[in-house]
């Protein structure tokens, strides 16, 4: 049996295939009808090439969708629960999953443990099937599905669970954002605008966005109350300290190692260009813009080699090495913390936000199509369009 997956093809490049029918494996897994399935910004770093990414691997690590199948030791589900599944494969037992350090499990990941963490088609994060596809196998499932409202109700909500809402939320707690402080957040990407909408949410005073697609700034002005910086028409920090009066409290880092070097981009017309890369520029900028004692919430991908490079980045960089003004981070005596979402430890109180209507983080949604235009999507997603925020595919 086969089923339509989205199927890794080489550089910038994805098609449909017909892909292996996850089968039940153990008794806590369960089989899931996908019904929303989205392209994240990770998934563009395995699309671009700038990854180990095999060809033939099934992205997809943003999914939600309705039980079909579970096994004989599943407890707590049935078939036809609706359900989120984070895009952490946790299982449940181990001295970091009991610690809710979900997003770095010891026991999933058969590479030893290194790196920590379990992921759904993604490179080096085990060996479980992405979610881009039209069933997908959720193993541990007692413990890792979170269980939906049955129905159709707030679909493209609660897409947000698997991965973006609550990464943006992690990258404000990571940063320590407590209520009435400032916050920049550099990146207006959906996680960008997610962190800038967990700040309003925990009631930031101000919330600064840093980005260069006027869309995605729109969307951060309107739906997360924040002042919008496009890094266009100068230097963001000078912007933000101009606008502030001085240095912000807090900083979030939504961007990671691909971030432009803005003197760069002003050179170029494109939305995106590898070759204005400068993977260190952007935690100097935060360096710079947090306060003395300020934390920085790094929740952008950086990755320990990057053999896509572009030739502009120097030896070091494509080896995860970057030049960070480290000096002047200790000279004020400022904090970091850095890694992937423990997405456990937050969807369970977002999805009750939306429930009650307290949290609506569709608003980043810009388009929802059938799986069959997944080639088209990853393209549009990947060029930055304006207007292209965050993509649903619907198998």
């Not at 089968?23 to 994240?40: A, K």
């Not at 030893?112 to 085990?126: E, K, R």
């Not at 997610?194 to 919330?207: Q, T």
């Not at 070091?316 to 090495?321: D, H, I, L, S, V």
Request: include cysteine; charge should be negative.
């Amino acid at each position: 049996m086969s089923i339509e997956g989205v199927v890794y093809k080489g550089p910038n490049q994805v098609a449909i295939e017909d892909v292996n029918d996850p089968e039940i494996q153990h008794p806590n897994d369960v089989i899931v009808d996908v019904s929303s399935t989205c392209i994240c910004g990770s998934d563009l770093h395995m699309y671009e090439g700038r990854t180990a990414a095999e060809e033939g691997i099934v992205f997809g690590h943003e999914a939600m969708g309705t039980i079909a199948e579970v096994g004989d030791g599943v407890s707590s589900l049935a078939v036809g629960d609706r359900i989120s599944i984070p895009f952490n494969v946790a299982c449940g037992h181990c001295k970091n999953c009991e610690e809710g350090k979900t997003g770095f499990c010891l026991n999933v990941n058969p590479s030893g443990g290194v790196p920590a963490g379990g992921a759904y088609g993604y490179v080096g994060m085990g060996p479980f099937q992405g979610g881009q596809a039209e069933r997908m196998r959720v193993p541990y499932a007692d413990f890792n599905a979170l269980k939906l409202p049955q129905g159709s109700e707030h679909e493209d909500d609660f897409a947000m669970l698997a991965d973006i809402f609550p990464t943006g939320w992690h990258g404000t707690e990571l940063a320590d954002l407590q209520p009435g402080e400032s916050v920049a957040i550099f990146g207006a990407g959906p996680v960008g605008l997610m962190a800038a909408y967990s700040a309003k949410l925990k009631g930031a005073s101000e919330i600064y966005v840093v980005d260069r697609v006027q869309s995605r700034l729109d969307l951060a002005e309107q739906h997360c109350e924040a002042t919008a910086i496009n890094f266009e028409d100068g230097n963001p920090v000078e912007m933000i300290q101009d606008e502030h009066g001085g240095m912000v409290n807090k900083g979030v880092d939504a961007v990671g190692y691909q971030s432009i070097e803005p003197d760069k981009a002003r050179e170029s017309d494109e939305p995106y260009d590898p070759t204005k890369e400068n993977p260190g520029v952007l935690i100097n900028q935060l360096i710079r813009v947090v306060e003395p004692k300020g934390r920085l919430g790094i929740v952008g991908l950086y990755v320990p080699e990057d053999p896509g490079a572009p030739e502009t980045i120097s030896e070091m960089e494509a080896q995860g090495r970057l030049g960070i003004d480290f000096g002047k981070l200790f000279e004020k005596g400022q904090g970091l913390a850095t890694g992937q979402c423990d997405v456990k430890s937050y969807n369970r109180y977002l999805r009750d936000l939306i429930m009650a209507g307290r949290a609506e983080p569709s608003f980043v949604v810009s388009h929802r199509e059938p799986l069959s235009n997944a080639p088209e999507m990853y393209e549009k997603f990947d060029d930055r369009e304006e207007g292209v925020t965050k993509v649903i595919l619907e198998p």
